[in-house]
């Protein structure tokens, strides 16, 4: 059964950071690409990263180019997300799903996750 929980989210001042973390699990999850959505309220889902199966290469929106960085540990089955200089249009539930990241930023159908808040707020 294909599982992933997300976990890291919080409350942070605008400029601040936070860490996601996407932890697999009931699949190959070296052969497989993850990528992270957000969705705040009242807006649909966006594609925010991906990273393909191996350590690289990554794929980013543009709204977080330069301030948010993804990789993985294949070793712990689990994605990262660091997020810095956090504004307050960063705000959401981040969620993360097994992709093909040349899809990105195309968000998926399917089963999600509980997803993880992120509220950037002063």
């Known amino acids: 059964q294909v599982r992933l929980v997300e976990s890291g989210g919080g409350v942070v001042q605008p400029g601040g950071s936070l860490r996601l973390s996407c932890a697999a699990s009931?699949?190959?999850?070296?052969?497989?690409?993850i990528g992270w959505f957000r969705q705040a309220p009242g807006k649909e889902r966006e594609g925010v990263s991906c990273?393909?199966?191996?350590?690289?290469?990554?794929w980013y929106a543009d709204s977080v180019k330069g301030r948010f960085t993804i990789s993985r540990d294949n070793a712990k089955n689990t994605v990262y997300l660091q997020m810095n200089s956090l504004k307050p249009e960063d705000a959401g539930v981040y969620y993360c799903?097994?992709?093909?990241?040349?899809?990105?930023?195309?968000?998926?159908?399917?089963?999600w996750g509980q997803g993880t808040q992120v509220t950037v707020s002063s």
């Open positions: 990273i393909n199966d191996s350590t690289g290469p990554t």
């Open positions: 009931g699949f190959t999850f070296g052969r497989y690409g």
């Open positions: 799903a097994p992709y093909f990241c040349s899809e990105f930023p195309t968000v998926p159908s399917g089963n």
